[in-house]
Nanobody, 129 residues
Framework: QVHLVESGGGLVQTGGSLRLSCAAS????????MAWFRQAPGKEREFVAG????????SYADSVKGRFTISRSVAKKTVYLQMNSLKPEDTAVYYC??????????????????????WGQGTQVTVSS
């Protein structure tokens, strides 16, 4: 059984920073491509950042490139999203996602939400202007 639990969301002013964490359960965490998505009210869930299971490849949405950094710790079974220079348009519920089939190539990052089979419950990020 796989569980993903996000934490670290909150209220921050424009220009501030937050670090989101996604703690995973599951014996084969080291073979899972992981990603962060977000969903604002009335909008579709969108890709924010992804990381290959090797950790060597990352991908970012254009809207967050240069401001957000995704990373992972195999020892802690945790994926992080460091968010700097936050803007009001970053306000959303942020979700962690995992692709747990174990068949992904070491350097693959998936940007489509349809590629992921496990999701966390989400954590709210609110950026005030």
């Amino acid at each position: 059984q796989v569980h993903l639990v996000e934490s670290g969301g909150g209220l921050v002013q424009t220009g501030g920073s937050l670090r989101l964490s996604c703690a995973a359960s599951g014996r084969t965490f080291s073979t899972w491509p992981m990603a962060w998505f977000r969903q604002a009210p009335g909008k579709e869930r969108e890709f924010v950042a992804g990381i290959s299971w090797s950790g060597g490849t990352t991908s970012y949405a254009d809207s967050v490139k240069g401001r957000f950094t995704i990373s992972r710790s195999v020892a802690k079974k945790t994926v992080y999203l460091q968010m700097n220079s936050l803007k009001p348009e970053d306000t959303a519920v942020y979700y962690c996602a995992a692709e747990t089939s174990g068949g992904s190539v070491y350097n693959v990052v998936f940007r489509s939400k349809n590629a992921y089979n496990y999701w966390g419950q989400g954590t709210q990020v609110t950026v005030s202007s």
